[in-house]
């Protein structure tokens, strides 16, 4: 029964603090509504959910995300650093194709967004096959030490946190 009225608890409950932290008011009006769109939602988007992924270390996750973030603020660094002292004709841009060994969508959608949120990179494509993602690189010297950074660093660490 709980499965059927709650496919997914964790969006649940996410979609409802979400909701509360967008009103920014604790009152029970705001709480009854996030709750009526922790309920409807996933049970509107409970059919186009094949199955839930798995996560073997849901903690690791978390490592993931502080990863991600560290990152994200030392890129912030390294970009600002490379618009006030470096020219245009400086930069070495690149672009490279980062063999995936990943297979889950959410594993890809989320080395996708690490990559995309970290200043200086985007992941632009991912192959029809879903077996390599095109990445561009603001600055890139060395285009496969990056694309080796990003395996070791992100694609590792996801496929410990998704089989």
């Not at 490379?82 to 989320?110: D, G």
Request: hydrophobic share 55%.
């Amino acid at each position: 029964m709980t499965d059927r009225l709650f496919p997914h608890p964790r969006l649940s409950v996410t979609l409802m603090l979400v909701w509360m932290m967008l009103v920014n008011e604790v009152s029970l009006g705001a709480l009854v509504l996030g709750a009526a769109l922790g309920v409807v939602v996933p049970l509107l988007t409970a059919p186009y959910w094949p199955g839930r992924p798995r996560l073997t270390r849901g903690w690791g996750l978390a490592g993931f995300v502080a990863l991600v973030l560290r990152d994200v603020v030392a890129a912030n660094i390294a970009v600002a650093r490379l618009i006030i002292f470096h020219t245009n004709a400086s930069l070495r841009p690149a672009f490279f194709a980062v063999p995936l060994e990943l297979r889950q969508p959410e594993a890809i959608t989320l080395l996708a967004g690490a990559i995309t949120m970290t200043p200086g990179t985007v992941s632009c494509d991912l192959s029809a096959d879903g077996r390599s993602l095109l990445v561009h690189v603001l600055d890139a010297p060395d285009p496969d030490a990056v694309r080796d950074e990003i395996k070791l660093r992100y694609e590792k660490r996801l496929m410990e946190i998704f089989p």
